[in-house]
């Protein structure tokens, strides 16, 4: 299993099989939340990908470390406080207002569900702690296949999601970085993140994803940013049936250019996994090997690196590619065959870590992929050609983060500058 001593994995295409110093964040609990029957969300996709990776043998390989639940104050940084308040205090027993309902978007694709706010301040702690180990130099990769919720808004939940840990945790990163970059591959466009950096250049986000008549609608490759953070955002519109061929056909060239030019000083990957092939609501065609090649190309680049979850609503196949990409974060080959565990009746009858493309039709034809291409490595250029971006000081509120960790999480009690947003 160990491919330390040369072998790579079989899609190796940057042989890069050197050790990383990896921490994972994971909450025995989370598998028990419960969006409620019917809905295509289900936390145990991430209880099952535990298993397997503890099946794998894969967690002796790492530090396992179990998430603090994120203070109110800290989510509080990004989101609005009565967004926050009403978060805490909902309940699925208690009848709110149809009115406030509305207005946080809560509803059936976000409802409200036992233990909502404790679910939340879980996965954002572990975005947000993953990266600290980062911040520290404890880890070279962090992961938290519980997070990657892109679509929140700082006063709304949006499809599936309702605080924005991805956000949170590039705020963190922010306190030591100048430059972090964003890259998200979930079938839909994380326009929760490109919105909250939309108009700075101290963030770009690049996000690869299905286009036109598809939640939640944004994501035209038009919108490049705006003001400060013009040219910082890259949209990848792309449509039915792509496959691992075409997908990189993109993702490779655009993600070396944005690299070569931006230098981002550490990356955060959302891999969402209804990109894959089979995804209950996905439409794309991606293998599990197709889809861990973006993480084990982005980890060639030797920049520390968040990985997240996302989207995934074909459960086998959200386990196996995250599995995979645990792999792939260690510079480990994993068998083929499945080791037996607690949950491998979910992937019968193969029984095997890779989820293969189907016989679909690829709707994005050579052309297609040619002029996004070069419209996308267009777009980088004219950022290269930017007048070079002054950076200023880190932000003086990092003094006072010690003492907001010290706190207990009333969010009266938070004395830290909650309006801060990176500027340019
Ligand atoms: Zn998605």
Known sequence: MDAGGGNSLPLSSVGDVAKRRVCYFYEPEVGNYYYGQGHPMKPHRIRMTHALLQAYGLLDRMRVLRPSPLPECDLCRFHADDYITFLRSATPDKVSDAHVLRRFNVCDDCPVFYGLFEFCQTYAGASVGAAKELNSGRANIAINWSGGLHHAKRSEASGFCYVNDIVLAILKLLEIHDRILYVDIDIHHGDGVEEAFYLTDRVMTVSFHKFGDYFPGTGDIRDIGYDNGK?????????????????????????AK????FKPAAVVLQCGADSLSGDRLGCFNLSVKGHAECVKYMRSFNVPMLLLGGGGYTLRNVARCWCYETAVALGVEVEENMPDHEYIGYFAPEFNVNAAPSNMENKNSRKSLDDIRAKILDNILKLQHAPSVQFQEHPTYMELDEEVEDMDDKKDDCNYDRDYWPES
């Not at 039915?240 to 655009?254: R, T």
């Not at 944005?258 to 030019?261: D, F, S």
């Open 231 to 255: 040219h910082y955002s890259l949209n990848v519109p792309l449509d039915e049936g792509i496959d691992d061929e075409s997908y990189h056909y993109l993702f490779k060239p655009i993600i």
């Open 258 to 261: 944005v690299m070569e030019v």
